[in-house]
């Protein structure tokens, strides 16, 4: 099994810091802010009983700590939010950016439209990206506490990249119903990354689709995992499955379950490369790399 192994020190970091922001692999770091900390745990302070038994003074209770966001059960909030069929949500943090990106398949996209309509259908696929974000900002009150990005990816439903763009979750509207003004402003104020500009991309199929691949890659991890992902991508720059897992970067360990992912995709595109992250649970990037695609017989 060929296999190109990056680590976490600043080469990789920079390296992969823009390939996750996007299906098309260029995201220009420099528009992401820095990862904002939570607030300290609140410290109650008393003071001194009067120094008279007289009159007692009577105070009131001091509020309870904020109780800290949880990762995995704002990620299962999140997924739950979703609407699509065919989706992934994948978490990462990469240089201290933490970015929330969620894969999906946008059912009302054509997939081999003609010029016109594929002016059209961008714009339409923007504005449904814009309300997808806002739904995973709202979905809980620590997604915009543990999110310092959201990064929509729409493919249409031959897995064709469309738009990979990039959102603070300050820019999205609060409210719980977003009217379409909100939802026009928000999709203008995507940093995007990728644009389809082709009117088809070429590929090369295996004997299983991406559900039954998706579906063998699932199998080897535990389901309330909620920091493993998979998608698959066809942009202007190839095949590209996303794999993603969270564990420890022990060598041993990291290439046996390297093992499995090449296993469960045995019978997918024999054209696509497989970029694999792995993360700790709090979904800090300890390893990453590439399996460089099978060359088709």
């Not at 806002?134 to 999110?147: D, E, H, I, Q, R």
Request: charged residues 15%; contains cysteine.
């Amino acid at each position: 099994m060929d296999l190109v192994r990056l680590r976490v020190p600043l080469s990789a970091i920079v390296f992969f810091s823009l390939i996750v922001q996007s299906c098309s692999l260029v995201s220009p770091p420099s528009n992401i802010p820095p990862a904002p900390s939570l607030p300290p745990a609140w410290t109650p302070t008393f003071s001194p009983l009067p120094p008279t038994a007289h009159s007692a003074a009577t105070r009131a209770p001091a509020p309870s700590p904020k109780p800290a966001c949880d990762l995995s059960t704002t990620l299962s909030t999140v997924k739950a939010s979703i609407p699509y069929d065919q989706y992934s949500v994948h978490f990462v943090d990469l240089a201290g950016t933490a970015s929330l990106v969620v894969w999906y398949v946008d059912p009302d996209l054509e997939p081999f439209p003609s010029s016109p309509q594929l002016q059209i259908q961008l714009e339409e696929a923007k504005l449904r990206a814009a309300e997808l974000s806002a739904t995973v900002n709202a979905a809980s009150p620590c997604s915009p506490k543990l999110f310092d990005v959201i990064n929509p990816i729409v493919v249409d439903r031959h897995y064709q990249g469309w738009l990979s763009a990039q959102i603070l979750p300050a820019d999205l509207p609060r409210q719980e119903r977003f009217t379409p003004e909100d939802l026009s402003l928000a999709s203008h104020l995507f940093q995007v990354s990728y644009l389809r500009t082709a009117l088809s991309h070429p590929d090369v199929k295996g004997t299983c689709d991406w559900p039954e691949a998706s579906h063998r890659l699932q199998s080897h991890f535990a389901p309330d995992r909620e920091l493993v992902a998979f998608y698959f991508v066809i942009d202007d720059l190839g095949s590209h499955v996303w794999v993603q897992w969270d564990g420890d970067a022990n060598p041993i360990m990291a290439v046996a379950s390297l093992g499995n992912v090449s296993l469960a995709l045995e019978c997918f595109s024999p054209t696509a490369d497989v970029i694999y992250i792995i993360v700790n649970t709090d979904g800090a990037a300890l390893d990453m790399g590439v399996l460089p695609a099978r060359q088709p017989e």
